[in-house]
């Protein structure tokens, strides 16, 4: 349990330290999104002040928006870069590796050996989306997914409006799949606010299934779930954390 997007952030610092600690550059996956605002701003004071290397880790993301290169407006690397200026310069030093934002089959796959070949996502931070989404995986995508190119649900959609005013949001995004997401060896996801809370009890209570993806998390062994009180009004005895 904990009481903000503010108070989780003393715990993903804490975890990204622990993965730092086991050096040989660590692959770290960021989500994007409302949710990590807190996160990245204070990931960048611990880079300004000494605290943090981003020359320990390799870093990566897990979604981009069709035709959004990293320097568009509005695209996931450009609001990482944004709210995590070191972040910028990994990129520009080629130890930060964008998701390929065109959606051609070679270039989803040559990032994924890319992915492996960095020894495989050590850290995977996510969100969830109001119907369960996570990453770009809208309800309904299969589970055995990895990279590929998705339609982006209404919602999803709205959700995103405000970085795009006044144009309208994109439709479609190259994600990674529910299986790639899997393969990390350590997922923490993050959900706050009563607007989540639908969607966190279909994934922790409900079947594994399609209909809400993050649902997965129940078979991913090294799994931590952190949520502010809102989040988890639906659960049973209101349980805010599960796995470890």
């Given at each position: 349990?904990?009481?903000?997007?503010?108070?989780?952030?003393?715990?993903?610092?804490?975890?990204?330290?622990?993965?730092?600690?086991?050096?040989?550059?660590?692959?770290?996956?960021?989500?994007?999104?409302?949710?990590?605002?807190?996160?990245?701003?204070?990931?960048?004071?611990?880079?300004?002040?000494?605290?943090?290397?981003?020359?320990?880790?390799?870093?990566?993301?897990?979604?981009?928006?069709?035709?959004?290169?990293?320097?568009?407006?509005?695209?996931?690397?450009?609001?990482?870069?944004?709210?995590?200026?070191?972040?910028?310069?990994?990129?520009?030093?080629?130890?930060?590796?964008?998701?390929?934002?065109?959606?051609?089959?070679?270039?989803?796959?040559?990032?994924?050996?890319?992915?492996?070949?960095?020894?495989?996502?050590k850290l995977?931070?996510?969100?969830?989306?109001?119907?369960?989404?996570?990453?770009?995986?809208?309800?309904?995508?299969?589970?055995?997914t990895?990279?590929?190119?998705?339609?982006?649900?209404?919602?999803?959609?709205?959700?995103?409006?405000?970085?795009?005013?006044?144009?309208?949001?994109?439709?479609?995004?190259?994600?990674?799949?529910?299986?790639?997401?899997?393969?990390?060896?350590r997922?923490?996801?993050?959900?706050?606010?009563?607007?989540?809370?639908?969607?966190?009890?279909?994934?922790?209570?409900?079947?594994?299934?399609?209909?809400?993806?993050?649902s997965?998390?129940?078979?991913?062994?090294?799994?931590?779930?952190?949520?502010?009180?809102?989040?988890?009004?639906?659960?049973?005895?209101?349980?805010?954390a599960?796995?470890?």
């Amino acid at each position: 349990m904990v009481a903000n997007a503010d108070a989780a952030v003393p715990l993903l610092l804490s975890e990204v330290r622990n993965v730092l600690a086991r050096g040989n550059l660590p692959l770290i996956s960021f989500a994007t999104g409302g949710t990590f605002g807190a996160f990245f701003r204070a990931l960048a004071t611990e880079v300004q002040q000494g605290r943090i290397s981003t020359t320990e880790f390799i870093g990566t993301h897990l979604d981009e928006y069709i035709a959004y290169e990293p320097q568009r407006r509005g695209g996931m690397v450009h609001e990482l870069t944004l709210r995590c200026p070191p972040l910028r310069e990994m990129l520009a030093r080629g130890t930060f590796l964008p998701v390929p934002c065109h959606g051609a089959e070679g270039s989803m796959r040559a990032h994924e050996e890319r992915l492996q070949r960095a020894g495989g996502v050590k850290l995977q931070l996510l969100g969830i989306g109001r119907n369960g989404h996570i990453a770009f995986n809208e309800p309904g995508t299969p589970l055995d997914t990895r990279f590929h190119v998705t339609e982006l649900a209404e919602s999803t959609r709205l959700d995103a409006r405000s970085r795009f005013v006044p144009d309208e949001p994109p439709k479609r995004a190259v994600t990674s799949g529910v299986q790639t997401i899997l393969g990390g060896e350590r997922l923490v996801l993050c959900a706050f606010g009563q607007a989540k809370a639908e969607a966190v009890r279909s994934m922790l209570h409900g079947d594994v299934s399609s209909a809400c993806p993050a649902s997965v998390l129940q078979r991913h062994p090294n799994a931590l779930v952190l949520l502010d009180t809102e989040a988890a009004s639906l659960l049973e005895g209101n349980a805010a954390a599960a796995g470890g």
